[in-house]
């Protein structure tokens, strides 16, 4: 069995750039979440996709957005990157919408300089 | 809207020895999940143990075991014979049961084990 994985690992983007972060899915799982931790905090909640289709959005601007593919990774992408939006992304898979348990993966570090 | 509240923002406990981390929690839902998850430094986050608010009965996993007052909405963690790999940060977390419910996560604990 395959756990989650995220690619990549550390990211150092430029304020006012574009960035794309992926997640692939544990094996069998059909939903993926997206979370933004800030250092010293718990997880935000971003986002949610199953089956392809966003499935309940958190308070976070437009310019963040993803999508999910027919094998069920999943990508997050940011426009317009703001120094605010250094964090770790994690995230997460589960069987379902309802799957209360959720794996999270090992998370991707991004810095906006 | 919901919110939770984690308290101690630190704490140590020796070796062995029983620790307790608070966690208090705002709904006005009277059916939903709460979570203890733990996060390693530089690792996963895992589930460490998961309380539905049906239940009466407090969840137990091995060392792990939550206290759950409905009532006072309020759920604890208590981790019997501290081990060094207990170290981490611990999050409590509230998510509804509806579908489109959202996981929302406290700031979090840092536990340190005491050698």
Redesign the interface.
Known sequence: ETGVTQSPTHLIKTRGQQVTLRCSSQSGHNTVSWYQQALGQGPQFIFQYYREEENGRGNFPPRFSGLQFPNYSSELNVNALELDDSALYLCASSSGPLGYEQYFGPGTRLTVT | AQT?TQSQPEMSVQEAETVTLSCTYDTSESDY?L?WYKQPPS?????VI?QEAYKQQNATENRFSVNFQKAAKSFSLKISDSQLGDAAMY?C?Y?G?N??????????TRLHILP
């Open positions: 939770v999940y979570f690792r996963q986050m895992i589930l998961r999050f977390a998510r049961r579908r489109d419910d959202k996981i929302i996560f406290g700031k979090g």
